[in-house]
C-alpha cells in the first residue's frame, strides 16, 4: 500500500528546499524569482493536494497554474509524481522528467530528458541516489542508474549504469568512477 504525504510531510520537504545550499537567497526570493525552485516549490503542493481527497477543486485549480509554469518554465514533470528529498534543478528550460523511481539528491540541469520509449507508460528509468545529470543529456528505456553516478553533458544512455560510474557519449560508454 502507498504512504499517505501528509501536510507535515510537505512541510518538512519544503523546508529542506529552503535551506538547499544549491539555491542561494532568502525563501521568499526563490519562491518569486528562481524558476526551478518555483516550479518544485508548486509541484510538491500539487503533489499533496492530490491526496487530499476533500481539496479535489484546488487540486485542479493549482494544477492548472502547474501546467501555466510548465509551459513558461520549460519543466515538465508528472504532477502524481512525488519528488524526491533535496530534488535540484539547477536551470530550467526543455526538462523532461518522467522515471519509474527516482531517489535522493538527484540533481538536473537544463535539457534533460528521462522516460520511455514512448509505447506505453512502462519501461522508464529507475534512478538511484545521488545522481547528476549534465546539460541535455538523455536516459531512455527500461535502465537502472546507479547511486553516485554522473552522466556527463550530452550523453544519451540506453543501457544500465552501474553504481558510481560516469558515463558519456552516444550512445552512453563508462568513462570513470
Not at 23 to 32: A, H, K, L
Not at 35 to 50: D, G, S
Request: aromatic share 12%; hydrophobic share 40%.
Amino acid at each position: 500500500m502507498k504512504d499517505r504525504f501528509t501536510f507535515r510531510m510537505l512541510v518538512g520537504e519544503l523546508k529542506e528546499d529552503a535551506n538547499n545550499p544549491n539555491y542561494c537567497g532568502s525563501f521568499f526570493r526563490n519562491v518569486f524569482f528562481v524558476p526551478p525552485f518555483k516550479y518544485i516549490f508548486h509541484h510538491r503542493i500539487c503533489y499533496w493536494l492530490h491526496g487530499v481527497k476533500v481539496l479535489r477543486p484546488l487540486y485542479y485549480i493549482h494544477l492548472l497554474y502547474l501546467n501555466r509554469l510548465r509551459r513558461k518554465y520549460g519543466i515538465e514533470i508528472s504532477s502524481k509524481f512525488h519528488l524526491p528529498r533535496h530534488f535540484t534543478i539547477a536551470h530550467g528550460g526543455g526538462i523532461v522528467f518522467y522515471p519509474a523511481t527516482c531517489g535522493e539528491n538527484v540533481y538536473i540541469r537544463q535539457g534533460v530528458t528521462v522516460g520511455n520509449k514512448g509505447r506505453g507508460n512502462t519501461g522508464a528509468p529507475r534512478i538511484g541516489r545521488n545522481v547528476e545529470f549534465g546539460a541535455l543529456s538523455i536516459a531512455i528505456g527500461d535502465i537502472s542508474i546507479g547511486d553516485n553516478a554522473t552522466i556527463a553533458a550530452g550523453a544519451v544512455v540506453t543501457k544500465d549504469v552501474p553504481d558510481g560510474v560516469t558515463v558519456a557519449g552516444v550512445p552512453a560508454r563508462p568513462i570513470g568512477r
